[in-house]
């Protein structure tokens, strides 16, 4: 695929930005520490393999097959995992759908990383202190919306890229993820994509890995919500 654009400055940015706010410890949900408990040698072995495949690998997408799989949990262990391990990190509230990843930290923000252009990111931004997460959220004022424009998402990850280790984007459901269509450049390096273990089709999946492959993941992950 070609991503070429003439609506949206290329140039690299020179200098990180700098987060407007910071606290000790974000109110990370229950649900968070637990799966974080239990799934540390599994993500452990995920984020290895990624990086074995391809060195460069930063941005992970993390999506699912249904409005109610757990993935805001799931990207938010993801980022804390890798947080713990003294990388650099950010973790992004990218659902179209649902302003959940906020919501679940008991969050209301009135704005967030949409409401700021390129040079003015730095007001959405919050810095965890005591693991220097760097969390990314929206703000309330888009949770009608149904889509993200993809060159806004694409901008933004510009302006983290060069500065994070790893950026965990919590995507959405597939149902949102359709209707982005990039013109800047790939979207996600690779994506976890959640499935209900007792009710899913071999034909959602196939047609999650397209539309994956077709906005710049190369590399994909099953994750089972037994739930």
Known sequence: ???????????????????????????????????????????????????????????????????????????????????????????????????????????????????????????????????RLLFVPQGVGHALETSIAADSLSLLLQHLRPYQDWIIVDAGSMSGLLALEPTVSPLFDAAVIIRHASSYAAEEIESARRKLVGIGSRLLALADNFG
Do not use: H
């Not at 974080?36 to 995920?46: E, S, Y």
């Not at 302003?99 to 007001?123: T, V």
């Open 1 to 131: 695929a070609s991503y070429l654009s003439d609506s949206i400055d290329l140039a690299p940015p020179t200098t990180p930005l700098k987060p407007a706010w910071e606290g000790d410890d974000l109110p990370w949900p229950a649900a968070s520490a637990r799966l974080l408990a239990d799934q540390q040698p599994i993500f452990a072995r995920m984020l290895s393999a990624f990086r074995d495949r391809q060195a460069d690998l930063k941005v992970i997408a993390v999506t699912g097959l249904r409005s109610d799989d757990d993935r805001s949990v799931l990207a938010i262990s993801l980022a804390r995992f890798i947080a713990s391990r003294g990388a650099q990190v950010a973790l992004i509230d990218a659902d179209p759908m649902d302003l959940s990843l906020a919501l679940r930290c008991g969050l209301s923000l009135q704005s967030g990383w949409r409401d700021f252009e390129a040079a003015d990111l730095g007001e959405a931004l919050i810095r965890e202190t005591s693991s």
